[in-house]
């Protein structure tokens, strides 16, 4: 993936200013965001997405334009083509398992039917032994089975890159590197871009191909 981009945000509550401005022009199908709470991560990632709108700057991926203050572009998150995972996985607590992966591919405010089946849907519930489990709601999964179905559901849509904020954070230790040794082996599989930010050297080690370290919302180091 070709990944460049700039973005700038002034983000303010009450009297305190946060100042993002970070910027990485990177050709690596796994990149990395690292640096300490509150350094801006999750704010970048966003920016990304299109779940935040800059002030200024860009977003290019793979020669396509997604963003660009200059040009007046702000392409909407759902036109990106980016699957973004959320920390908590943000599984539709109301929906099962093949419900929630069939949920990427729902158009109009209908939820997928419990009785509806897509191939695509199945081959993900396949890939990620989620069968026995595809009835049974969020608050009946374990945290693995909850972030393999995440995973799922953003895999279903044919993502250009898939965008992970702190996918093992709320992993119990040895979850963790169950679940990382997962990850890698399935983006090897798959080829499938990543942007993932962390804070845990471990994850930076393993998927850091290209490394962004930000500090208080500054690019501090890349490599
Ligand atoms: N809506 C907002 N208004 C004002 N400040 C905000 C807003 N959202 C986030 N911030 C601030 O922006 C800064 C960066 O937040 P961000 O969530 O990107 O950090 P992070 O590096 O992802 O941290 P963590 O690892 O704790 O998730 C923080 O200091 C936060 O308080």
Redesign the pocket.
Known sequence: MQLDFHIRKT???GA?V?ALDVRLQAQAQRVVIA?P????????LKGLAGLLRPDAGHVRIDGQTLYDSQQGIFMPPQARRLAYVFQDYALFAHLNVRQNIAFALARGWLNPRRSARHAAVEYWIEAFELGPLAHQYPHELSGGQRQRTALARALVAQPRALLLD?PFAALDADLRLTMRAELDALQRRLQVPMVL?T?DPQDVALFGEQVLR?HE?QVQATD
């Open positions: 983000l303010q509550s305190r946060f640096g709470s509150g350094s801006g991560k999750s704010q970048t702190e930010i804070h930000l919302g």
